[in-house]
């Protein structure tokens, strides 16, 4: 997986679906990848039926799930802080009689495992990012007064022993929805550490993840993010017994009814077909965005950081893409400052992104992690370089979002409205490509696709008008 792979925002509440004195209470609080969303509301649902509803709240809460991400470095750090306020939280609460568990789920509980409960006693649950479907049977564990540890990388499938999300639940999530089909990661970059805490790639049977396509749609959710380490390295189960490649998966959920937009993320270069390509081309419900992280544009950093493939290479690919589907927004991930990496090879990478143009992009300074390859090499880059060369990158990258941002000025783009926006009349929804666009409208809206004439540029979102 890639160092930037599906950066959202630092917490994802859940919706609260129901109420009621005699119910018990989960908070989640999700920090890093879609991913992670995406186990959050599993997670939800596999509470659900033991008597949880979710809450926005952590104070409300008689389960509090810390849903971790490793990507970045100082990431135990950051949740030992926040296991600080939730302590403070936990004592408040048994002064009022009320039982707190708190547990730490995800990737920094798999890469931490049972010294999360060595070095802070506010945890009662270290639970990896394969047993979350374990949680009902963990907590009655730890109701017996023990503190459970469970990060084993099961042979089972966690997937099988998922509940489906009850339709209110599903409605209440909005008109878009995640949908994880592979997980885990064989290619071990140097600088990575998903083959550690997500395991070995697996994919599930096409024929599951159509049934939950076809739940969620019934339910009305109308596009579907398909979510891997590798996505397109996808080779779940297929309709005849053998392997079937993201291609014929696509093809698949094309099919489902109701469903209208189907995106995918995130790839990796060597896993990107020709076959894949032409989908972007003959298969209309694949919206015409592409997330393909590159890291660099030096072929030396490249092979050290045992990407298996070229800057030339990447060039190919992007140039079959776009002759595919010439209007695709590209977005890609890039990593400054990785150890040993020269002015030269910087530029390299601020070359490559002058000629593809990119509509938008995640770039971080290199974060060394324990246990990769990389963090053992004598020669880091020191901070200030690095902090240079990222607002050096970050600076031209901005500057082609806005230019790919100003394109759609003028046009008429169909928009999947999902909610509500922060102005009295005003929706919000996504264009095609990816774009956050506010419009005039109303809440019966949700869940439909409607047509938007671009008129503003905003930050970090499209205005335009609806006329229906």
Do not use: W
Request: charged share 20%; glycine share 6%; net charge neutral.
């Amino acid at each position: 997986m890639d160092s930037a792979h599906f950066k959202t925002s630092p917490q994802t509440p859940l919706p609260v679906v129901a109420t009621g004195e005699n119910k018990r209470r989960v908070f989640i609080k999700s920090f890093g990848c879609q991913m992670n969303v995406y186990d959050a509301d599993r997670m939800a649902d596999v509470l659900a039926p033991e008597g949880y509803d979710t809450t926005n709240t952590p104070e409300s809460a008689d389960l509090i799930i810390l849903n971790t991400c490793n990507i970045r470095e100082k990431a135990a750090e950051k949740v030992y802080s926040e296991l600080g306020r939730l302590r403070e939280i936990k004592l408040d609460r048994a002064k009022s009689g009320k039982e707190t568990l708190v547990a730490v789920a995800g990737c920094v509980a798999q890469a931490e495992g049972a010294g999360l409960l060595r070095n802070t006693k506010t945890v009662d649950l270290v639970v990896g990012s394969q047993s979350y479907h374990k949680l009902p049977e963990l907590l009655a564990k730890v109701r017996t007064k023990q503190r459970v540890v469970d990060t084993e990388f099961p042979t089972g499938d966690k997937f099988a022993s998922l509940p489906m999300a009850a339709r209110e639940r599903v409605q209440a999530r909005g008109a878009s929805a995640f949908l994880t089909i592979q997980e885990g990661c064989d290619k071990f970059c140097t600088f990575c550490v998903v083959p550690y805490t997500r395991g070995a790639e697996i994919s599930r049977p096409v024929a599951k993840i159509v049934e939950e396509a076809t739940h969620l749609a019934s339910a009305g959710v109308r596009e579907v993010s398909l979510l891997g380490q590798n996505v397109n390295a996808y080779h779940g189960q297929g309709p005849n017994g053998g392997s079937a490649t993201l291609t014929q998966l696509l093809y698949a959920l094309a099919d489902v009814p109701h469903l209208e937009r189907l995106r995918y993320t995130t790839s990796h270069p060597n896993d990107m077909s020709d076959e894949l390509i032409e989908a972007h081309k003959y298969l209309p419900k694949l919206m015409p965005s592409l997330h393909l992280p590159v890291q660099s544009g030096s072929n030396r950093i490249l092979k050290a950081m045992n990407r298996k493939h070229t800057h030339e290479e990447y060039r190919c690919i992007i140039d079959k893409v776009r002759q595919a589907r010439p209007d695709i927004a590209l977005t890609s991930d890039f990593i400054v400052g990785y150890p040993g990496e020269t002015d030269a090879e910087f530029e390299d990478t601020v070359k490559l992104v002058h000629d593809i143009e990119f509509a938008a992009a995640y770039s971080f300074k290199y974060s060394p992690r324990p246990g990769t390859p990389a963090a053992d090499h004598k020669t880091q880059i020191s901070e200030a370089v690095m902090q240079e060369r990222l607002l050096h990158l970050q600076s031209l990258l901005r500057q082609q979002q806005i230019a790919f941002n100003q394109q759609t000025i003028g046009r008429t783009v169909n928009v999947l409205v999902e909610k509500q926006g922060r102005m009295d009349g005003q929706m919000g929804g996504r264009s095609p490509y990816a774009q956050a666009v506010h419009f005039n409208g109303n809440i019966s809206m949700i869940g439909t696709i409607v047509p938007v004439t671009i008129t503003t540029l905003m930050p970090n979102s499209l205005t335009g008008l609806y006329t229906p």
